[in-house]
């Protein structure tokens, strides 16, 4: 750590237990944190922010007098990285993996914090500060997931696609191929079951290796078992697990 700056951070949280515990947390296993200020909810988070201007923020997602997306739109014209501190909610956790965020689940793992700080440190020293504040927060705002945006960590970086522009997704070992309406092909960095649990409709999981956007989908054939064919004529296998509720939703 001697060639590599403290990273200047900022908790924001209400719970001063959730708050202390994070910080005992960090002076113990992250060495590399330098915690320069902190708040208790989203009014005094903006203009902290604004004052301290950190390199990383730790964030609560529910908090009173606004939400951690409320503080990321009163913060636009900086640019940090997020590390949000949330209890289970499947909205926002779906908000929060569409934009490739870091985020941890209270109560707090210890192990987990390590590996996100550590995530925070590595796009800091290559200097690779990737401002998904912006579209985090457009996500949470727009209720059409085909509206939505979706960062997908590549093998050069990280690439902004919308979702109405990907047709298929295909399993690829640790890598998921994701297919676009424009012929285009991205590799992304994640499982497929990832991308599962993070869209939902109109895309639906139909093999162990596929998952598809209905709103491509051009026909279904009882043959062969039973596939799907898509406007760019992409024959799809349609998996015995996965038919009863393709065809409830499809019809």
Known sequence: MNDFKKIKSVIVEDESAAREALKNYLTKYCPQIE??????????AIP??????????????????GNAFDVLE???NLTFETIFVTAFSEYSLRALNQSAAYYLLKPLSIEELILAVNKVQQQLLKY????????IVQNFRESKIEKQQVILPTLEGFEVVKMDEIVR????????????KDGSKKMVCRFLKHFEEMLSLPFMRVHKSHIINLNYVKSYHKSLGGY?????????????????????VFK
């Open 169 to 180: 997704l295909r399993g690829n070992g640790n890598f998921t191929d994701i297919y676009l």
């Open 228 to 248: 799907v064919m898509l406007f760019d004529e992409t024959e799809i296998e349609i998996s015995v697990n996965y038919k009863e509720v393709f065809l409830k």
């Open 74 to 76: 009163g913060c636009k």
């Open 35 to 44: 915690i320069v200020g902190e708040a208790h909810h989203a009014k005094e």
């Open 128 to 135: 690779e500060v990737f401002n998904r504040n912006e579209i």
């Open 48 to 65: 902290l922010l604004q004052e301290l201007q950190p390199q990383l923020v730790f964030l609560d997602v529910e908090m009173p007098f």
